[in-house]
């Protein structure tokens, strides 16, 4: 079925990813909130920005990304760097560093849900039974636990995903504040100062990306990897469960 363009699979496959994305950003930046609260800083706690709600987080053109690239990220958590008790570039690199290791965690638990509920009788007859879209797969007898199978699934690649997005060193990602904390001051100093420049190259870097898959190819395996490892790290789990 076609509805303005598009295949009804297509919409599913839309819909899983706002869902997945509205679940799994406030798990990131509430992460990095907790931190800075942890470290001294209550600034993003006083707005309200420890909170599973995604409203609070939500950045319009990081979830538009997130639909069509299956990238996309949130607003910036409010750090005051001179309410930090100690080292303030070391504790702004475990702020940075909360988000996704929050995400890599939040991937593992999902993966480890999904392993417990194909254990089951139900989900041991939604995999035994052979789906040609997911438009039938919502049909089907068990439709709500595959429902919950495909976004557990989701949930584990876009966690994953978001995570190694964030890891990138590149302004104004997480993994570009971790570099800044280990740089010379006068490095840093400069950064700061032109951090506008900077962010604007990314965003073009991004695009370009989206549209030239040898730039982009780097970036996909590395996810891809570090997919497969978090799967394999939940294979315990069916043969202690189904004897």
Not at 193 to 221: G, K
């Amino acid at each position: 079925m076609f509805i303005g363009g598009f295949t009804t699979d297509d919409l599913i496959q839309y819909a899983i990813r706002i869902i997945v994305f509205l679940l799994i950003i406030p798990i990131h930046e509430s992460a990095h909130a907790l931190m800075a609260k942890w470290l001294g800083d209550d600034t993003a706690e006083k707005k309200g920005r420890i909170s599973l709600n995604p409203i609070v987080h939500l950045d319009i053109a990081g979830l538009i990304l997130m639909i069509f690239l299956g990238l996309g990220w949130a607003k910036p958590v409010p750090v005051n760097f001179s309410n930090l008790k100690k080292n303030r570039r070391a504790s702004y690199a475990l702020i940075s560093a909360a988000g996704p290791l929050a995400n890599f965690i939040s991937a593992f638990l999902c993966a480890l849900l999904y392993e417990v509920l194909i254990c089951t009788r139900a989900g041991q007859e939604t995999l035994n039974t052979s789906f040609s879209s997911f438009s039938e797969m919502m049909r089907s007898e068990h439709n709500i636990l595959c429902a919950v199978l495909l976004l557990l699934m989701y949930s584990v690649y876009i966690n994953v995903a978001l995570a190694m997005f964030n890891l990138i060193p590149l302004p104004p990602l997480d993994g570009f504040n971790l570099v800044r904390a280990f740089l010379p001051v006068n490095a840093d100093r400069w950064i700061y100062e032109h951090q506008r420049q900077l962010s604007t190259a990314f965003f073009v870097l991004l695009m370009l990306a989206a549209n030239i898959s040898e730039i982009s190819r780097p970036f996909d395996r590395a996810v891809n990897s570090v997919h497969l490892l978090i799967w394999q790290s939940v294979e315990w789990v069916e043969p202690l469960m189904i004897k």
